[in-house]
Nanobody, 116 residues
């Protein structure tokens, strides 16, 4: 089963930076569309950014200009570089690999906390 593993979360002050990583053990990593979602306590899980198999990128309005998603298929890794973090960015960040309704895999998430 292809379950992604997230890492890189932590506690940072407002204005700080973090880089999240998502890796997965699969020989067909390159065909997946890969997304980062986040979920704050009491809120729904929201899309943050997506990079598809052709490396087209989509960002949520609330992170445009601050976050950058990238991938290296040779390393089976997707990164989310987060800059100028705000307290509202706090939440659990989840990675999702998707190539169809029956082929959607979620990680367990990594906690990001922005606080002074």
């Amino acid at each position: 089963q292809t379950q992604p593993v997230e890492s890189g979360g932590g506690l940072v002050q407002p204005g700080g930076s973090l880089r999240l990583s998502c890796t997965a053990s699969t020989t067909i990593f390159d065909v997946y569309d890969i997304s980062w979602f986040r979920q704050a306590p009491g809120h729904q899980r929201d899309l943050v950014a997506r990079i598809d198999s052709d490396e087209n990128k989509v960002y949520a309005d609330f992170v445009k200009g601050r976050f950058t998603i990238s991938r290296d298929n040779n390393k089976n890794t997707v990164w989310l570089q987060m800059e100028n973090l705000e307290p509202e960015d706090t939440g659990v960040y989840y990675c999702n690999l998707y190539r169809g309704p029956q082929y959607s895999w979620w990680g367990h998430g990594t906690q990001v906390t922005i606080s002074s």
